[in-house]
């Protein structure tokens, strides 16, 4: 009898971990890259040293580890210091992706390194609807032609035609299983 009812509490212990691990969510991998046109503010707050706040906003190309692409709306308010003395870029923000209607992701970002090519993270900081509770992150390659625009500005002078492109080379990320 005692046999019984360990074998019992066993399986029952099994299933209980069988069916745990099918409600979690798996690691995913994709990689993205996200084409971008910005706009913002150029404020000078020292020698050859520029403030840039504005948005960036482009389609985020998502290709699946099966090789598929799926693609997304993304808006992503930025602030970010130019030191053209120093060749050197800080930047950081924010992104609100947009699958549709019901489902958005959001994250945040920074990245520093020479003008033009800005390295860093991206995290997934949450969602909605079938993205309620994600999360994940990739490191981040910015690269933008930005620092040109800006030279000679005015203070307050406002860029209206910045382009450039985003890359998240491996962005792992976990969304919590149906309920």
Not at 51 to 66: P, R, S
Not at 80 to 91: L, V
């Amino acid at each position: 009898m005692r046999i019984a009812h360990t074998l019992i509490t066993v399986y029952a212990g099994l299933l209980l971990a069988l069916a745990c691990s099918s409600l979690q969510a798996a690691d995913k991998s994709v990689k993205v890259i996200m084409p971008w046109d910005g706009e913002g503010t150029v404020y000078h707050i020292g020698t050859d040293k520029a403030l840039f706040m504005g948005a960036f906003e482009g389609v985020m190309y998502v290709e699946k580890e099966a090789g598929e692409l799926d693609a997304a709306f993304a808006n992503c308010p930025a602030v970010q210091h130019i030191d053209a003395g120093k060749k050197s870029t800080e930047a950081s923000g924010y992104c609100s992706i947009t699958i549709s209607a019901e489902d958005t992701v959001f994250a945040e970002w920074n990245c520093s390194g020479r003008v033009g090519a800005c390295k860093g993270t991206f995290k997934l900081t949450g969602g909605t609807g079938a993205f309620k509770g994600v999360s994940g992150s990739s490191d981040l390659v910015i690269r933008s032609v930005l620092n040109t625009l800006v030279a000679g500005m005015g203070d307050g002078g406002v860029v209206r035609a910045a382009s450039g492109i985003a890359i998240l080379p491996k962005l792992t990320y976990k969304q919590p299983a149906a309920k």
